[in-house]
């Protein structure tokens, strides 16, 4: 039955048969008119558009946008954007390549033409991906290019913003740098914005703000007739500079780091522990940021990647160090909350620890005699905190230490932060299958051992010990604004956390650091001033005897690698602090004749502006202010 | 199923050797569009479309071998775990160029849209021979076919994606005017389309309505949307009679040629290969369709007759819209070139419906069980 069901009846095939007749007109009907109009567009107007294809008569030119500014918090212009012109070359549009460089070096009347040949190898050579010739050519060769275009088909001009790193060196890591974007870029790029020959963010501020900085191109669609030359623009889309970025930074106060530090490897890090803004991020030595203009030359890669003392690392994130005596802190805040010590607490220090076969020494041989909490901090004596130390154990210390934001990223707005460490007995059974010793313990309490903090993760923790216990995302970026000064996103100062730690205790602490600068017989009496009350601990911590002495690491410091990093870290005044310094000097010796110095300089430069408000700062780098925006029109 | 060796006799192996001649000029002219390229993931488009090709023949294959009576017995479960796909979409599905069109499925992603142009053709063509009626169908016949069609066309509007919508309409207009309609109903329907037009110019976004106008008028906005068409106008143009050769043609490796692996692959072709070439892809697509259609009319029962209409149907206007636009003489909306444009959902489910299409044509004589 469903087969009859399912045949078609004599009216119904019928139907059938005229719709099929009339779709099939249809359908030839509807093929037949884009044949047509194929006829009409290839044989009849084929030669006119072939003529215009032939000519290009419509080129796309892309006009590159300004880059942002970058401005410190007093809006000085850390970085600004210059025109550059480049020569470039199109090979498709010629046929003999060789004839056209001859003419132009003899144009150039000098025959150093300076190409890469070895982009003209055949398989390389893409007939219309343009080739860059030269970068940043003078006046003269400009004017002879544009002036023969005829003679040298295929021979065009491009104007490139370029950057133009007034800090230079200072600021090398926190700007980062630019270069043109790489094959590998591109083809991670999501937002599919990006497009070969963009300027792009490589590293620092540059890389992390790169979408607002860049801005956005402009098109320029000219006519063009059969000798290659523009008769007349059809259509512009003008391109939108980037937007400006203001940082927390202050030129000052980075230059005089910059300075103190003297090219030696090292660290300097200010924070205002009242908002967490950074107002220096320094890292020694750097690089020249201009290098990177244009694409570095191998001889000057060789020589950055190369250098011993690693120029390209920012040390202030990522160089992680033991943090020696500045970890005591840390120690005393967790044995008074814990309630296992009180101020007046006393061990005796007789110039060293036992315990079981091995002895740990205290920095000073003589010994401090019996000592209590206060005069412990002021004079560091490490056998009184190898005692409170063991009190606390391993993971009470991890506990408080991460508290105060040590061993996690701080969440500073720079690329490539790195971790610390803040070991624990868990970390170690899972890291190297053996249990927690209690010797490491001890060797923890004073900042040795497995500990290992970046120089902003500790001026982050002592932020947070010179504000009362607040623990503040590091601010880097205040705000960014369009060329017209329209606010575009303003980043408020984020607090992270409370550390939990009575007031009493953080009041006891910070008197203790205020006897290190100022008392007699403390360790940081170098940073003393006398109008600023400052507090600070000194902290010096070993290289040779590091557990964890990678053989990279050793490696790394090949001159004096043995001797010790000196630390510093304070902040003033000590009751109403503003400013909070963290500065570690690799491979430079003591604590307190070192590191604490060139704190003593920043907070100098600090508070003598502070003074004399009117006194407009030092002309850092140049006198850029915001007058140059729009330098394409 | 019993294995039939008449299967094997009927094989439609004109179909394939069309189907098969038509994807092998689509691989080089990709290879083509890629070949002068900055990006390197451009460069190797080809290499991505052969894979998709073989994938495709992997479902062609099993879109003949079960016998198209049994998938048609779940016509309806499979239209609506499309159905279920294109909400997914809607939720989770992810975004490129501002239009959230596909999902990961193991690694690919896939674009439900396109499959669902099949699973719908399958369950109108089920629905219609369900209620096959002697006189033309009123309006109210077609209530509910018309609501199984505006479900997708509203969850692809949203995406959006105005072309792939528009041609689920299409589809269903065209198997309505194949089943016969009354003169009235028909009148009725273009009344209220008249009025519906206007009212939907404002759903339409922003690019979308560009895009109408520039159609109207293409020099009004030289350096936007009628930028596309301009320049497919003087690359085809250029082509004249026998074509600047392949690789050679200097629109599409200068890159004036927007969208050139997708939308606009045919501008390329006609460039290279000049109007000799085009007319042969033409009449490649010509031969396509008029078998679609011979294999509807001899299609063993009416279900059969349904499904290869459908399916010929939506080959025929994506090659006549997708032409017609690069042409210039309809606006840009975004319909790819059936086996031409890169992209692997399309190129899957098409096979698939050329598989269906065998599959009615190689059961025609065999009785039902």
């Given at each position: 039955m469903t087969e009859i069901r399912n045949q078609l009846n004599g009216h119904e095939t019928s139907a059938l048969h005229r719709r099929f007749k009339i779709m099939l007109v249809i359908v030839v009907a509807a093929l037949s008119l884009l044949a047509l109009r194929m006829w009409y567009l290839q044989v009849i107007e084929g030669e006119e558009l072939k003529q215009k294809s032939e000519n290009n008569s419509i080129r796309i030119r892309k006009i590159k946008p300004m880059r942002g500014l970058i401005m410190d918090t007093h809006r000085e212009v850390l970085v600004d954007s210059q025109c550059s012109f480049d020569v470039l070359f199109v090979p498709g549009r010629t046929r003999n390549i060789q004839s056209v460089f001859d003419q132009l070096g003899s144009l150039y009347q000098d025959a150093s033409l300076n190409f890469d040949r070895e982009v003209f190898t055949p398989g390389r050579l893409r007939p219309f991906v343009p080739i860059r010739l030269e970068r940043n050519v003078s006046r003269e060769k400009l004017a002879i290019v544009e002036t023969h275009t005829l003679d040298l088909p295929g021979v065009t001009v491009d104007v490139v913003p370029v950057r133009q790193y007034l800090g230079g060196e200072m600021m090398a890591h926190l700007i980062g740098y630019t270069g043109e974007i790489s094959p590998e870029e591109l083809d991670k790029d999501e937002s599919e914005t990006y497009t070969s020959g963009d300027l792009i963010g490589k590293s620092g501020i540059e890389k992390y703000?790169?979408?607002?900085?860049?801005?956005?191109?402009?098109?320029?669609?000219?006519?063009i007739n059969v000798l290659g030359k523009e008769v007349r623009v059809l259509g512009k889309e003008d391109p939108e500079p980037g937007y400006n970025v203001v940082l927390t930074i202050d030129a000052l106060l980075q230059k005089v780091a910059w300075e103190a530090l003297a090219g030696k490897p090292g660290a300097v890090v200010a924070m205002d522990p009242r908002d967490g803004s950074v107002l220096a991020l320094v890292s020694s030595p750097a690089y020249d940021p201009t290098l990177f203009n244009g694409g570095i030359s191998q001889e000057d890669w060789k020589k950055l990647s190369g250098d011993p003392f690693h120029p390209m690392e920012d040390r202030a994130i990522s160089g992680q160090y033991p943090p020696g005596s500045t970890y005591k802190m840390i120690v005393a805040a967790a044995a008074l909350q814990e309630g296992l010590i009180t101020p007046e607490t006393s061990f005796v220090c007789n110039g060293s620890y036992e315990l079981g076969n091995r002895t740990y020494r205290c920095w000073h041989k003589g010994g401090h005699g019996r000592i209590s909490l206060h005069r412990a901090i002021v004079q560091s004596c490490d056998v009184y905190f190898y005692n409170v130390g063991k009190l606390v154990g391993v993971d009470k210390l991890a506990e408080y230490a991460r508290r105060f934001g040590l061993g996690a990223p701080t969440g500073i707005d720079l690329p490539r932060e790195k971790n610390g460490m803040i070991p624990t007995r868990e970390w170690k059974q899972m890291r190297y299958k053996e249990p927690w010793q209690i010797g490491e313990t001890?060797?923890?309490?004073?900042?040795?051992?497995?500990?290992?903090?970046?120089?902003?993760?500790?001026?982050?923790?002592?932020?947070?010990?010179?504000?009362?216990?607040?623990?503040?995302?590091?601010?880097?970026?205040?705000?960014?604004?369009?060329?017209?000064?329209?606010?575009?996103?303003?980043?408020?100062?984020?607090?992270?956390?409370?550390v939990p730690v009575s007031t009493g205790v953080i009041e006891q602490l910070k008197k203790a650091l205020w006897g290190v600068v100022n008392e007699e017989g403390g360790t940081g009496r170098a940073a003393q001033r006398k109008d600023a009350d400052v507090a600070g601990k000194t902290g010096t911590s070993q290289v040779i005897s590091l557990p964890n002495n990678e053989k990279t690491r050793k490696s790394k410091y090949i001159p004096s690698r043995f001797r010790d990093h000196a630390l510093f870290t304070c902040f003033a005044p000590v009751h109403n602090p503003e400013i909070a310094i963290a500065v570690v000097a690799e491979n430079a010796g003591h604590g307190g004749s070192a590191a604490a110095p060139i704190a003593r300089k920043i907070l100098d430069a600090y508070f003598d502006r502070k003074k004399s408000p009117g006194k407009k700062p030092p002309v850092v780098i140049s006198d850029h202010r915001m007058e140059h925006q729009g330098l394409l029109h | 199923m019993k294995f039939d060796r008449r299967l094997f006799i009927n094989f439609d192996w004109m179909l394939l050797l069309v189907v098969l001649g038509i994807s092998l000029i689509g691989l080089l002219n990709i290879y083509s569009t890629g070949f002068n390229q900055v990006y390197a993931k451009q460069e190797f488009l080809y290499v991505k479309q052969i894979q998709w090709i073989v994938i495709g023949l992997v479902f062609m294959t099993a879109a003949f071998c079960v016998d198209y009576r049994f998938i048609s017995r779940y016509a309806y479960l499979i239209y609506g775990c499309s159905i279920v796909l294109l909400v997914i979409v809607f939720f989770y599905g992810y975004a490129t160029r501002g239009s959230q069109r596909w999902i990961l499925l193991g690694g690919f992603s896939f674009q439900p849209s396109e499959l669902v142009k099949l699973t719908l053709i399958l369950a109108l063509a089920k629905y219609f021979d369900h209620h096959r009626r002697n006189e033309f169908y009123r309006l109210r016949d077609l209530a509910v076919p018309f609501?199984?069609?505006?479900a997708p066309f509203l969850l692809i509007l949203k995406q959006p994606d105005l072309g792939t919508a528009m041609i689920l309409l299409i589809i269903f207009f065209s198997l309505i005017l194949f089943i016969g309609v009354h003169w009235k109903s028909l009148a009725w329907s273009a009344l209220v389309?008249?009025?519906?037009?206007?009212?939907?110019?404002?759903?339409?976004?922003?690019?979308?309505?560009?895009?109408?106008?520039?159609?109207?008028?293409?020099?009004?906005?030289?350096?936007?949307a009628g930028y596309h068409v301009i320049q497919s106008i003087i690359a085809i143009g250029s082509g004249g009679m026998t074509g600047k050769g392949f690789l050679k043609g200097t629109q599409t490796q200068l890159r004036f040629l927007p969208e050139r692996h997708t939308d606009f692959v045919f501008s390329v072709f006609a460039e290279e290969w000049g109007f000799l070439g085009g007319m042969v892809l033409l009449v490649l697509f010509l031969s396509l369709i008029l078998w679609g259609l011979k294999i509807a009319l001899h299609a063993r029962d009416y279900n059969g007759t349904l499904i290869a209409v459908g399916i010929t149907a939506l080959i025929f206007w994506e090659v006549v819209i997708n032409i017609g636009m690069v042409l210039g003489i309809l606006p840009v909306v975004g319909i790819p070139l059936p086996f031409l444009s890169y992209g692997g959902s399309s190129m899957v489910v098409l096979m698939t419906c050329v598989g269906l299409l065998m599959n009615v044509s190689m059961r025609r004589f065999i009785l039902q069980p």
């Open positions: 703000l790169d979408p607002y900085l860049r801005g956005k191109s402009g098109i320029e669609q000219v006519e001890i060797s923890l309490s004073i900042g040795q051992g497995y500990n290992l903090v970046t120089p902003l993760q500790l001026v982050t923790a002592y932020s947070a010990l010179a504000n009362g216990g607040v623990v503040w995302r590091p601010r880097l970026i205040k705000q960014i604004e369009a060329v017209d000064g329209q606010v575009i996103k303003s980043f408020a100062p984020e607090r992270k956390s409370v | 609501v199984i069609t505006l389309g008249l009025v519906l037009i206007p009212a939907g110019w404002f759903l339409l976004k922003d690019y979308q309505k560009d895009r109408i106008m520039t159609f109207v008028n293409p020099e009004s906005d030289p350096l936007g």
